[in-house]
């Protein structure tokens, strides 16, 4: 199973290309002769890059969802859109979908920095500014000690996160 890990500055190409990081790389080394999807993030505004092993694991929860079901087939359409099958080409590259850029607030051309992190199996692709707007900032007004609580009593059978919170 994949932990992918790490955080990674990075910066696009003005053809939206991207040096793939080489710790990325490392990590995902038995996993990258089969590609990765990129698409939207249902939740931030940043764009989801997953190993296609990974990707296929999220199909086969799509594929138990009703093609006779409207809400069914409207979540589909609207996750599915965009998502694109990419690869890293041999001197290391990824060529991004210049389409999804926007979602995520790049711009190849001038807002060119972004920031990749490992999150489980999966990574998150962030424009620079988002990235320090949603994830590093402390204002957001998260109290982290409260959400691992009820995460920790959300995680069925443990009984919380492993560590002990005073």
Not at 27 to 44: A, K
Request: aromatic fraction near 8%; include cysteine; glycine fraction near 8%.
């Amino acid at each position: 199973m994949l932990n992918l890990l790490g955080e990674h500055h990075c910066k696009l190409d003005p053809k939206g290309r991207m040096m793939f990081p080489a710790k990325l790389r490392k990590q995902l080394e038995t996993e990258l002769s089969l590609g990765l999807v990129i698409n939207r993030d249902i939740f931030s505004k940043c764009l989801v890059l997953y190993p296609k092993s990974a990707w296929d694991k999220v199909v086969a929860e799509l594929n138990r969802l009703s093609r006779y079901d409207e809400e069914h087939q409207l979540f589909l359409q609207k996750f599915l859109k965009g998502a694109t099958l990419v690869e890293i080409d041999e001197v290391g590259r990824l060529n991004l979908p210049t389409t999804l850029l926007p979602f995520a607030d790049v711009d190849a051309k001038s807002n060119n920095e972004i920031v990749i992190t490992g999150v489980q199996d999966r990574m998150k692709l962030w424009s620079k500014a988002n990235y320090t707007k949603y994830v590093l900032n402390d204002d957001d007004g998260v109290d982290l000690k409260v959400l691992a609580k009820k995460i920790g009593k959300d995680i069925e059978g443990l009984g919380g996160l492993g560590f002990k919170m005073n």
